[in-house]
């Protein structure tokens, strides 16, 4: 199993660019989710799905969107980007199971810097 | 909504000695998890040891352990016999059941003095 992947490890955006973080899971996990963080923050939570055709908002999701048309994949679109968006980013995909094991495993991340 | 706070910004320890990182929460709900998590500086997010609330017993896994104390809503993480490979920033997060929502607190950057 390869895990979480991601690409690209690194973008650097002209402000008002547009483009998609890609993220694929080879666990056949049902949820899957972005976080972004930024320096002296924890991780903070942008979309999140638990399924295909199932997204949702998290803490952050203004200038994001998200879409799950697969298991596998649940890529991150930024539709005009602006410097506020220049973050690090992590994917991230977990098993819903009533046996509790629900611990999510997170890509490598892809740095991103917006001018 | 669920926060997590980690007072502690920065800790060291000598090398081969104990340290502990502490992580305080604040839920209405009885049932989630808690988890710790490493970050090296290759920025790979690392998971160090996981906690079910439902669950008295302490987790440890290896040099780690947890003492979770859940009506004081506590969970601090110890580190035995610190290794230099230790070194790394260190995040508490708490998993909503309901959402399967992960809430990080700020990080604790560990330093291993040799």
């Known amino acids: 199993n390869a895990g979480v992947t991601q690409t690209p490890k690194f973008q650097v955006l002209k402000t008002g660019q547009s483009m998609t973080l890609q993220c694929a899971q080879d666990?056949?996990?049902?949820?899957m989710s972005w976080y972004r963080q930024d320096p002296g923050m924890g991780l903070r939570l942008i979309h999140y799905?638990?399924?295909?055709?199932?997204?949702d908002q998290g803490e952050v999701p203004n200038g994001y969107n998200v879409s799950r048309s697969t298991t596998e994949d649940f890529p991150l679109r930024l539709l005009s980007a602006a410097p506020s968006q220049t973050s690090v980013y992590f994917c991230?995909?977990?098993?819903?199971?009533?046996?509790?094991?629900?611990?999510?495993?997170f890509g490598p991340g892809t740095r991103l810097l917006v001018l | 909504a669920q926060t997590v706070t980690q007072s502690q910004p920065e800790m060291s320890v000598q090398e081969a000695e104990t340290v502990t990182l502490s992580c305080t929460y604040d839920?209405?709900?009885?049932?989630?998890?808690l988890f710790w998590y490493k970050q090296p500086p290759s920025r790979q997010m690392i998971l160090v040891i996981r906690?079910?609330?439902?669950?008295?017993q302490n987790a440890t896994e290896n040099r780690f352990s947890v003492n979770f104390q859940k009506a004081a809503k506590s969970f601090s993480l110890k580190i035995s016999d610190s290794q230099l490979g230790d070194a790394a920033m260190y995040f508490c997060?708490?998993?909503?059941?309901?959402?399967?929502?992960?809430?990080f607190g700020t990080g604790t950057r560990l330093t291993i003095i040799p």
């Open positions: 991230a995909s977990s098993l819903i199971s009533t046996s509790g094991r629900r611990t999510q495993y």
């Open positions: 666990m056949n996990h049902e949820y």
């Open positions: 799905s638990v399924g295909a055709g199932i997204t």
């Open positions: 839920t209405s709900e009885s049932d989630y998890y």
């Open positions: 906690q079910e609330a439902y669950k008295q």
């Open positions: 997060a708490y998993l909503n059941f309901g959402n399967e929502k992960l809430t």
